[in-house]
């Protein structure tokens, strides 16, 4: 059977059972679970740690009503940085490649932070779609390009996530590919392209790392908009 290089972003199946709900719940295992103790072990405590980084750099844009979102917007950086990493692991699936599954993410968090403002302040809200000193002609014109740009949000987030990791996947497996071929014709050459896949890798990580940092930034963001 041909495999081709897109192969590697479909969902695994076993026993015509999808595994996709595995790689999704396996992150929630590497975590330790809390302990109602005064002293813990160092893992516990460097995962007190991490937590209580992420959380202080999210909050850092929102007031004291978007404090509120502390857990899920944390929560929702831990899973998409753990499945990130997990990914590049050799003969893992990467659930943040498929679209469907990041505009699942983007759409209600962003459709919530909307309802949000709509509710507490909906004057301000519905503000954003006109401009202060806009001119009267074009006012119609101005309100159709906001409110394009608006709903195109969660579309934005869903798209950059899945674009920029299988971007990343694809060329870690054509540089491997590359340098498997090269091995027995041109060691040399060979040599050379692992050092760009290694180079490659750290990058990805950084790009796994960054983009789940993004992804939930920019949520905020947007909560801050509205609250």
């Known amino acids: 059977m041909n495999l081709s290089f897109f192969d590697q972003f479909m969902s695994p199946y076993l026993l015509g059972i999808p595994l996709i709900l595995i790689s999704l719940l396996f992150p929630t295992l590497l975590f330790p679970s809390p302990r109602n103790r005064w002293v813990t072990n160092r893992v516990s405590t460097l995962q007190s740690w991490f937590i209580y980084m992420i959380t202080k750099q999210l909050m850092i844009p929102l007031n004291k009503k978007g404090h509120k979102w ?24 990467t659930p943040t490649t498929q679209l469907s599954m990041n505009l699942a993410l983007a759409f209600p968090l962003w459709l919530a932070t909307l309802l949000t403002g709509l509710r507490n302040q909906p004057s301000a809200s519905l503000g954003h779609l006109l401009p202060e000193g ?94």
């Open 70 to 93: 502390a857990l899920i917007l944390s929560s929702l950086m831990i899973f998409l940085l753990s499945i990130n990493l997990l990914g590049l692991l050799p003969y893992t699936f």
């Open 134 to 227: 806009t001119p009267t002609p074009l006012i119609p014109a101005l309100i159709m390009i906001e409110t394009t740009s608006l709903l195109i949000r969660p579309l934005a987030l869903g798209v950059r996530l899945t674009a920029n990791l299988t971007a990343g996947h694809l060329l870690i497996q054509l540089i491997s590919t590359a340098t498997a071929v090269l091995f027995s014709i041109m060691p040399a050459i060979s040599l050379l392209t692992a050092c760009v896949l290694l180079l490659l890798t750290i990058l990805e990580v950084a790009v796994a790392m960054i983009q789940a940092y993004v992804f939930v930034l920019l949520l905020s963001l947007y909560l801050q908009e509205n609250i």
